[in-house]
């Protein structure tokens, strides 16, 4: 066997070596394949065989019968015989861990040491003088055809791959005749130690082959150039694509397992809602989150690991277990409830005391459109109350709280104002309750109540990552290919999540990559093409924002060349500014950026009427589609320092520059006058023309980087009729 001087790796010591004697006499994959097509044989033959038993002439004359039993009894002991050689491999290949760990061949999988010992077989048959991470890589592709389909998700073509690696393993070094050992090659050794340390990483209990790729793409130099040139980070999107491709297998065969507790426990339980207060008035005007989440198989939230600890925690509280969830619609409120929902239903929270909880919505818009006054919906929010109190088991949600709630200066938004009834009741501890409500919402109203906000514990709710924003694409990626019979490759997921965040600004994530991805494979189903790619995603985003992405096509190529001359055509002379200007928009549309503000930001100067106002006019025309498309500010409105408010809004008022600028990012802001503006309005515009963002007044950030900022001022003109 191989052997190197600091490379502990002997797979005669393995616990698995009994498993691969087995599997190389007895091939456990031949022996699934021979067991299925046995159970059809099989069934064929018992039909044939209850055919003697029609009344009058069957099909088989009966003295038949007994021949015919006799051959379902053989084909049923060879099933039989062929199921315990299936499952006597499968149990070798799940034997326990043997004591000498620092063996490193004792830490792979069953799939990752099977291609192993074929890739050092091979190169000990061909006389190489080592072996390495290529033929590793080789024979990983050649006997896991479910790695085959990790690499079809990113597009990449494994049977070329697999022909480029053999060209690579025919040139290897031989060795020398007197050589009678084959030696471990760096990369070869690099690779194993690295599947093994991202195996403890990702919590595997031993390292599988999703590992062994992933570390290949690291170590190996041919497969990192070929990813490299098909526009892949080896670094990340193997990573990214193998995790996607192990949680999913892994997940399919747990649900395979349907006598594991845990999945017998998805099926509920018969009667333990009896041993809790009837709930009749809550169950007319509520929706149950838990039936929700069964029917929907549980879901989970991804991300948000310090929010779920935190409602837990409230929850779990004798005092003021009362939640505020605040966020913006699409951040993952409701699937935080959900999420809740799951972990109680499966009996999996942190805390006893909220297992087996009922989480249900009090849906308040209905209650309201069927009452008649003011007294008979206090009335039946009061019974209510008083049936979650007496049931025991029932953890109450009310979304978007803050419409319900209201003063003697501000009514309700909602027309119903619970505040009065929801206090008395929130001060007990056998009153579980969780609000939700945006940030607005909690500025504008629940603020302007600080004793009712005494009551609760405020979780806030923040955008998901782009990592876990990719999490739960490929999580929903299933149903959309089930639904649509499309294959969502990898790349366009890429796509999908770069689009979101340079181009819709008003959602967060994971909302507004949902909706993409949703509007996409919506598009793709009405073509005939069968693959999801980058240009599709292109597409749609183009439609939904009118910001050209992807590829240029050959129109818009044609007014970036000839922006000048289109901007002449309007403007006599002014050359230099609009040559400025025509490479700001090139160098944008390119994607080629040197620092992180607005697209270009320019101050024109110059006496009144030489064209500086004409010129972001003509620019917004030409390239933006029309004038419409340029946002104007008249800077000697904003002389005072309230005016910062204006500009970028409060909780009741809509901000003239941060809301024009989110609602179309892509567009030309024209400050006109810039010189009359109060010193501190002035101010504002350093981070965004630095840093390209700023943040409004509801805490939510304004992204200018798809903007064109253009101010104009005839401050010292003289000198400029001077020059």
């Known amino acids: 066997m191989a052997s190197s001087s600091s490379f502990n790796f002997h797979i005669e010591n393995s616990s698995l070596e009994q498993a691969l004697w087995f599997d190389r ?83 792979l999988s069953f799939q990752a040491l099977h291609a192993t010992q074929s890739a050092i077989t091979y190169a000990t048959r061909k006389g190489f003088l080592a072996v390495d991470s290529g033929a590793l890589l080789f024979f990983l592709l050649k006997e896991n055809p479910t790695i085959e389909f990790v690499l079809e998700r990113m597009l990449l073509d494994t049977q070329e791959l697999k022909t480029a690696l053999e060209q690579q393993l025919r040139s290897q070094v031989l060795r020398l005749r007197k050589t009678t050992e084959l030696a471990f090659a760096p990369d070869f050794q690099l690779t194993l130690r690295q599947a093994v340390d991202s195996a403890g990483q990702e919590r595997h209990e031993k390292a ?19 990813l490299i040139e098909h526009r892949f980070l080896p670094e990340r999107d193997i990573l990214n694509v193998t995790r996607w491709h192990y949680q999913s297998r892994v997940k399919i065969a747990e649900q395979k397992k349907f006598w594991l507790k845990k999945n017998l426990r998805r099926y509920g339980s018969f009667g333990k809602d009896w041993a809790s ?53 699409g951040s993952g409120r409701k699937r935080l409830i959900q999420d809740l929902a799951s972990t109680s239903a499966l009996g999996e ?46 953890i109450l949600v009310i979304d978007e709280l803050h419409n319900f709630v209201g003063s003697e200066m501000s009514p309700a938004a909602g027309g119903i104002n619970v505040s009065s009834v929801l206090s008395s009741y929130l001060r007990m501890s056998e009153f579980p309750f969780i609000a939700v409500t945006t940030f607005a919402g909690f500025h504008r109203y629940l603020e302007q109540n600080p ?83 980058p240009l599709h995603v292109a597409k749609i985003v183009s439609e939904r924002t009118q910001i050209p992405v992807g590829e240029i096509e050959a129109s818009e190529k044609k007014i970036l060349l000839d922006l000048e001359s289109l901007i002449h055509k309007r403007i006599v002379n002014q050359a230099e500014a609009v040559r400025e200007v025509a490479s700001a928009l090139r160098r944008a549309r390119t994607e080629i950026a040197t620092r992180k503000g607005p697209m270009g930001s320019f101050l024109f100067l110059g006496p009144t009427g030489v064209g500086k106002t004409e010129t972001a006019k003509a620019l917004a025309a030409i390239y933006f589609g029309s004038e419409s498309r340029m946002i104007r500010l008249d800077m000697s409105e904003f002389q005072n320092t309230q005016d910062v408010d204006r500009l970028l809004g409060t909780p009741i008022q809509d901000g003239l520059l941060c809301t024009a600028v989110r609602e179309d990012p892509f567009s030309l802001l024209l400050l006109d006058e810039l010189e009359k503006a109060h010193p501190n309005i002035l101010n504002l515009f350093l981070q965004v023309l630095d840093e390209g963002h700023i943040t409004d007044g509801l805490g939510r950030k304004t992204d200018f980087r798809h903007t064109i900022i253009i101010a104009t001022s005839n401050a010292g003109y003289q000198l400029i009729l001077q020059a």
């Open 208 to 226: 599988e082959v999703e590992d062994v790729l992933n570390a290949i793409a690291h170590h190996n130099v041919f497969f990192k150039q070929y």
């Open 349 to 394: 929270c942190r805390n006893p005391l909220l297992n087996y909880k009922r989480v249900v919505e009090l849906d308040l818009a209905h209650l309201g459109a069927t009452t008649g006054s003011l007294e008979e919906t206090e009335s039946i929010l009061a019974e209510i109350f008083r049936e979650v109190m007496t049931a025991g088991n029932i």
């Open 25 to 107: 006499y007895f091939r456990i994959s031949l022996l699934r394949k021979i067991r299925k097509i046995n159970q059809w044989f099989l069934l064929l033959f018992i039909i044939v065989f209850l055919l003697t038993f029609i009344p009058g002439e069957g099909i088989v004359e009966p003295q038949t019968s007994k021949i015919l039993l006799g051959i379902v009894f053989l084909i049923f002991s060879y099933g039989c015989a062929i199921f315990l050689l299936e499952r006597f491999g499968e149990s070798l290949q799940t034997a326990a861990h043997s004591l000498f760990r620092e063996n490193i061949a004792e830490l």
């Open 451 to 533: 004793s009712l906000l005494t009551f609760f514990e405020q979780v806030e709710v923040t955008e998901l990552s782009q990592s876990e924003t990719l999490e739960v694409l490929q999580e929903t990626v299933p149903s959309f290919e089930a639904l649509h019979k499309k294959f969502i490759s990898y790349p366009s997921l890429q796509a999908i999540i770069a689009y979101a965040d340079k181009y819709i600004q008003a959602v967060p994530f994971p909302k507004k990559a949902l909706d993409l991805l949703d509007e996409s494979v919506g598009y793709l189903a009405r073509t005939p093409d069968k693959i999801l790619l």
């Open 277 to 329: 207060g009837y709930t009749i008035t809550l169950d007319q005007f509520g929706y149950d989150i838990s039936k929700e989440v069964m029917a929907l198989r549980f879901p989970r939230a991804i991300g948000h690991a310090k929010e779920k600890d935190a409602i837990e925690r409230v929850l779990s509280r004798q005092q003021v277990n009362n939640v505020l969830l605040i966020g913006n619609p």
